[in-house]
């Protein structure tokens, strides 16, 4: 038996012994398909929800305003557009971002499995980079095919007074949904900004003066999987004064700096790293460890290291450059870098703002809402940062509104695991201070008995998470034919 439109067009396939045996009409659509979820924004948390609710059989709305209205970063209508950089960070197992990664891919993951298909992965040393276009193309594709999800394309500007909802947003909210979570939570919403990073035309770098290199030799291809800009002291002084010196754009109104803790610390403009100290960027995002320049047989005294962006390997983007000068600024700063001076820029840097909720005084580690169950909120809007965080929770809270949906409780992984100890973090966090985070091995719970050196404490930390994860593994795998 087919039904069609129930709710809005989705066709469901019905088992008639199922029917009969779930008691009826009315006890077989609450079992099965009576509800549906509503997922606000197609980011990676969004899109990464959707997938996950759907494989278990939940049907689904994803709402996406894209291109009806757009952001101040986004650039195209695809869903789980990267805009910042292309990495979503380190593959390595002992490291932080790279467990949080395994964790995902046992998971089942949408957002790993797409970042790492052939055609999409591009070179980037131990961490996984994409190219965004074939990279959100196949995500939006995925979500499109899937037989349990729907695509609307509007705005969704009220959060919705009932049914199971997970409002994955992400740091662009539109105004008119922020205002109305604010007026939900009862609490004024909280904001930080973001910077975008430039991105420059391979063919138009000087190799002459740059040359490609990994740190320490550990990249992927065998001539290095970075291209490295040298400085020497003097350029590297030329460059801090330009910086300091250079004009910044100047926020509208509804984004101006209230406080001095407005900025993300793991994402700040290359101008206020400058500003806090003269080398500061040095040993920073500048820093020249491991680099040394085979033009000159020494380490430079300070580098710009460029990352590929694209498949095809024509398009490079400045590590750890984000900016807010202003765009002719930003051309006359960054051609004092040497093998930049005639680069021809295919996007320079931007400020935006980033809004989330302070969810140390909102939220369950579920990622639930503390005052309305079926409510979840997933993404960058939680405080988590970083692509692999902001679909972790994404993920996390696609699986338990499905639970929720089936009538299961909802599951609070441990937070000895890099998942569970991310959305701990940011649902116990002092909220008078709360801050974003993102995966690190600082938020996990010490080992019994502790571990001095530091490598063999990080290869300890992981192997706990990925034990510790085991047993949640076959009651978080969606069954085969849930996803039909």
């Not at 971002?97 to 992965?121: D, F, Q, T, W």
């Not at 995002?285 to 390997?313: C, E, F, I, S, W």
Request: with cysteine; hydrophobic share 40%; aromatic share 8%.
């Amino acid at each position: 038996m087919v039904f069609r439109d129930p709710p809005d067009g989705f066709a469901i396939l019905i088992d008639i012994t199922q029917y009969h045996a779930v008691g009826g009409n009315s006890r077989f659509w609450r079992t099965l398909m009576a509800e549906y979820l509503t997922i606000i924004g197609g980011g990676l948390a969004g899109s990464e929800a959707a997938w996950q609710a759907a494989q278990r059989g939940v049907a689904v709305r994803l709402f996406e305003m894209r291109p009806g209205r757009h952001t101040p970063a986004h650039v195209s209508d695809q869903l789980a557009e990267l805009v910042c950089s292309n990495s979503l960070g380190s593959v390595l197992i002992d490291r932080a971002p790279g467990l949080l990664k395994e964790e995902m891919r046992r998971l089942g993951s949408l957002i790993i499995e797409m970042a790492e298909s052939e055609g999409v992965r591009v070179p980037a040393g131990g961490a996984l980079a994409v190219d965004r276009e074939r990279f959100a193309e196949g995500v939006t594709a995925r979500l499109v095919a899937h037989p349990n999800i729907k695509i609307v394309r509007e705005e969704v500007r009220d959060v919705p007074s009932d049914g199971a909802t997970i409002i994955a947003t992400g740091p662009l909210t539109s105004d008119a949904l922020a205002q109305s979570i604010a007026a939900l939570t009862g609490e004024d919403h909280l904001y930080f900004y973001d910077a975008l990073a430039p991105i420059v035309e391979a063919d138009s770098i000087d190799m002459s003066k740059a040359y490609r290199a990994s740190r320490y030799d550990r990249g992927e291809s065998e001539e290095g999987d970075y291209i490295n800009c040298p400085l020497t002291e003097a350029e590297y002084e030329r460059f801090v004064d330009a910086l300091l010196a250079a004009e910044r754009v100047v926020p509208r109104e509804f984004e101006a700096l209230d406080k001095a803790d407005s900025y993300f610390e793991g994402c700040l403009p290359i101008e206020v790293i400058a500003s806090r100290g003269r080398e500061a960027l040095a040993y920073g995002p500048m820093r020249p460890v491991g680099l040394r320049n085979p033009h000159t047989g020494k380490r430079p005294y300070a580098v710009v290291q460029l990352r590929q962006d694209n498949v095809a390997g024509s398009l490079y983007n400045l590590v750890g450059f984000q900016t807010s000068l202003k765009w002719g600024a930003q051309q006359a700063v960054l051609s004092l870098i040497p093998g930049l001076e005639e680069a021809e820029w295919l996007r320079m840097g931007q400020m935006h703002r980033n809004t989330f909720i302070n969810s140390p005084s909102l939220l369950h580690p579920t990622m639930q809402f503390r005052a309305r169950d079926d409510l979840f909120f997933a993404g960058q809007i939680v405080g988590a940062e970083g692509y692999a965080g902001n679909a972790a929770t994404g993920l996390l809270a696609g699986i338990n509104a499905a639970r929720l949906l089936a009538g299961q409780p909802a599951i609070t992984l441990p937070p000895t695991t890099m998942l569970g100890a991310l959305c701990h973090y940011v649902t116990h966090a002092e909220p008078k201070s709360f801050q974003p985070m993102k995966a690190n091995f600082g938020i996990l719970p010490p080992l019994e008995p502790p571990v001095r050196n530091k490598r063999e404490r990080y290869t300890a930390y992981s192997e706990r998470a990925l034990a510790d994860l085991a047993p949640f593994l076959a009651m978080l795998t969606p069954q085969p034919e849930a996803a039909l």
